[in-house]
């Protein structure tokens, strides 16, 4: 359509957003100023059944914590609604030395949560279709060297509690190639 003879466009009187107010960034959440180095992994199985398969898919490291990617597939007569479906999923990290971090869907957003005092394991991102379900999930601080064990329960879909691991330090590694792009709590 052509501009009105007036010359005005339709969006000239609309007026200017608000800018957002500055908000500091915790230590414990996952960093806006860095790109992580990535770690070396292969797709590591946490469950399976004739019907569902969830699985790590990547892990991506910063200098203060680790994104883990998991991914859930489903055959298409399986299971119902993808929202409830996830109710039973469970996901937890044992770390090398014996403290245990449960990942916890719910509760109050990260810049009004209190400092946590031990580690943290939450879901950040997500989404999905009907056959398929992508979870991204932060873990702080990085781990302790040694064995790390991911920890995985679905009753809902027939998945009993299993466990897979690998060597924290691949992850410990990646960390210090990731880049810091400018100071986390500049602008």
């Not at 399976?48 to 859930?72: K, L, N, P, Q």
Request: glycine letters at 10%; charged letters at 20%.
């Amino acid at each position: 359509m052509p501009i009105k003879a007036d010359g005005m466009g339709f969006f000239d009187d609309m007026p200017a957003a608000e800018p957002e107010p500055p908000r500091r960034h915790h230590l414990w959440e996952p960093p806006e100023a860095e790109l992580p180095g990535i770690v070396p992994i292969d797709t590591l199985q946490l469950g399976r059944t004739d019907d569902v398969a969830v699985a790590i898919t990547g892990i991506s490291a910063f200098s203060t914590g680790f994104e883990i990617f998991m991914t859930a597939r489903f055959r298409p007569e399986n299971h119902g609604r993808p929202r409830e479906r996830m109710r039973s999923f469970h996901f937890g990290l044992q770390l090398s030395d014996g403290r245990k971090v449960f990942g916890a869907p719910g509760g109050p957003p990260p810049a009004q949560a209190p400092e946590p005092t031990g580690p943290v394991l939450r879901p950040y991102l997500g989404g999905g279709s009907p056959r398929s379900h992508f979870f991204r999930w932060w873990a702080w601080p990085l781990p302790p060297s040694g064995p790390l064990e991911f920890v995985c329960e679905w009753p809902m879909v027939g998945i009993a509690e299993t466990w897979t691991g690998l060597d924290a330090q691949l992850i410990l590694d990646a960390a210090r190639h990731s880049v810091q792009l400018w100071p986390e709590d500049e602008g």
